[in-house]
């Protein structure tokens, strides 16, 4: 199982930012996708999930200015995120599971003026 986060960056609060997963070695299509993050010094937190059906759920800290989407064809997660605020501020995780077990290696985001 492979997982390839990308896309993050430093942005200023109130901007976006569009993180890509790219999946290999398992049944993408198959699997149920979720989003987590590590903010400095705290655990590892859920963000979002995407059930093979397309149903998505997602934190309270982020709903309404995240949305997560999958491209089945591609073998891809995506993770928009509008309206970022500093407390957004993490590494990045998409993962094969919600508590993280089977992850890739992140994408930082730094939300600071």
């Known amino acids: 199982v492979q997982l390839q986060a990308s896309g993050g960056g430093l942005v200023q609060p109130g901007g976006f930012l569009r993180l890509s997963c790219a999946a290999s070695?398992?049944?993408?299509?198959?699997?149920?996708m979720y989003w987590l993050r590590q903010a400095p010094g705290k655990d590892l937190e859920w963000v979002s999930s995407?059930?093979?059906?397309?149903?998505?759920a997602y934190a309270d800290s982020v709903k309404g200015r995240f949305t997560i989407s999958r491209s089945n064809a591609k073998n891809t997660l995506y993770l928009q995120m509008n309206s970022l605020k500093p407390e957004d501020t993490a590494l990045y995780y998409c993962?094969?599971?919600?508590?993280?077990?089977?992850r890739g290696q992140g994408t930082l985001v730094t939300v600071s003026s």
């Open positions: 993962a094969q599971d919600k508590g993280g077990t089977i």
């Open positions: 995407i059930y093979t059906g397309g149903d998505t």
């Open positions: 070695g398992f049944r993408f299509s198959a699997n149920w």
